[in-house]
């Protein structure tokens, strides 16, 4: 479970933070590290000391641009912010994020991507907005800012305490006699990141098309739109029924699909299995 889950960290200033950083997933057992955009060198001698021994994490850090390209394959996403916003984002904390994870990686595919802002502004909204929650840690309110290092500690530990848990509970149920459980219903895998990136997009087109969005006049509403989609963590096969009516709703309006054509043949493919036909040909 462990290896499942990836500290993202947005815009770091300070090497010894990284470093830092290294050292709190090290000691909780988490080994994925992603850095966008860095503000600062990487491995230097600050960060490799402020490893103590978890070095290896600091030199097999992942850097990329952007914070989708970080998170593309995660399918949970969650944002560490001590700041309200005008927008509420859906709100958990440190001990609920960890109760959530064996459910949230039940599946093989499943990712889950823990996001840290820059050390003098956090997140920004629209980074925030690409998360399907914001996990708040309840510090003292008279002395809230807790360092990098310290709030990736904070999370790293709930998520070791899951895991724990879970390797007790699977320790006693294969040790407790009983019937095999061979008709569970068969769990479907969530959309991605980077697929639910796309659905934003066609959705947009599609809002735009029918006239019903206008881009210079936004109003939150693609915002909206985001969390509430967030919120109800479609499954892969969801996400495609509804872009499926999306392009049907861009041809009946009267304009060009714009979605991704080179997906379509594939999208009617995984639709038509799901309902029992036999997949069409391209």
């Given at each position: 479970?462990?290896?499942?889950?990836?500290?993202?960290?947005?815009?770091t200033?300070?090497?010894?933070?990284?470093g830092?950083?290294?050292?709190?997933?090290?000691?909780?057992?988490?080994?994925?590290?992603?850095?966008?955009a860095?503000?600062?060198?990487?491995?230097?001698?600050?960060?490799?000391?402020?490893?103590?021994?978890?070095?290896?994490?600091?030199?097999?850090a992942?850097v990329?641009?952007?914070?989708?390209q970080?998170?593309?394959d995660?399918?949970l996403?969650?944002?560490?912010s001590a700041?309200?916003?005008?927008?509420p984002?859906p709100?958990?904390?440190?001990?609920?994020l960890?109760?959530?994870l064996?459910?949230?990686?039940?599946?093989?595919?499943?990712?889950?991507a823990?996001?840290?802002?820059?050390?003098?502004?956090?997140?920004s909204n629209?980074?925030?907005?690409r998360?399907?929650?914001?996990v708040?840690?309840?510090?003292?309110?008279d002395?809230?800012?807790?360092?990098l290092?310290?709030?990736?500690?904070?999370?790293?530990?709930?998520?070791?305490?899951?895991w724990?848990?879970?390797?007790?509970?699977?320790?006693?149920?294969?040790?407790?006699p009983?019937?095999?459980q061979?008709?569970?219903?068969?769990t479907?895998?969530?959309?991605?990141h980077?697929?639910?990136?796309?659905?934003?997009?066609?959705?947009?087109r599609?809002?735009?098309?029918i006239?019903?969005?206008?881009?210079?006049?936004?109003?939150?509403?693609?915002?909206r739109?985001?969390?509430?989609?967030?919120?109800?963590?479609?499954?892969?096969m969801e996400?495609?029924?509804?872009?499926?009516?999306?392009?049907a709703t861009e041809?009946?309006?009267?304009?060009?699909?714009?979605?991704a054509?080179?997906?379509?043949p594939e999208?009617?493919?995984?639709?038509?299995?799901?309902?029992?036909q036999?997949?069409?040909?391209d």
């Open positions: 479970m462990l290896e499942r889950i990836r500290i993202v960290l947005i815009g200033s300070h090497p010894g933070n990284i830092a950083t290294a050292r709190a997933m090290h000691n909780m057992g988490l080994a994925d590290l992603a850095l966008v860095p503000r600062c060198e990487v491995i230097t001698a600050d960060s490799v000391s402020r490893a103590s021994g978890a070095d290896a994490l600091v030199h097999g992942r990329v641009d952007s914070l989708e970080a998170v593309t995660c399918t996403v969650v944002g560490a700041r309200s916003r005008t927008l984002w709100m958990i904390t440190p001990r609920e960890g109760e959530r064996p459910a949230e990686l039940a599946t093989p595919e499943a990712r889950i823990l996001v840290f802002g820059r050390e003098d502004s956090g997140l629209a980074e925030l907005q998360c399907h929650a914001h708040h840690i309840p510090t003292n309110p002395f809230s800012s807790l360092n290092a310290a709030a990736v500690q904070v999370l790293a530990y709930e998520c070791r305490l899951a724990l848990a879970q390797a007790q509970t699977q320790t006693q149920t294969q040790n407790k009983g019937p095999a061979d008709d569970e219903e068969e479907q895998p969530l959309a991605s980077e697929e639910l990136e796309h659905y934003f997009a066609h959705l947009e599609a809002l735009i098309t006239g019903f969005h206008d881009p210079a006049k936004p109003r939150q509403l693609m915002a739109l985001r969390r509430v989609t967030l919120r109800s963590r479609p499954e892969r996400l495609n029924i509804l872009r499926g009516i999306l392009s041809k009946a309006a009267g304009g060009q699909a714009l979605g054509r080179g997906s379509e999208l009617q493919r995984e639709h038509d299995t799901h309902q029992g036999k997949p069409t040909q």
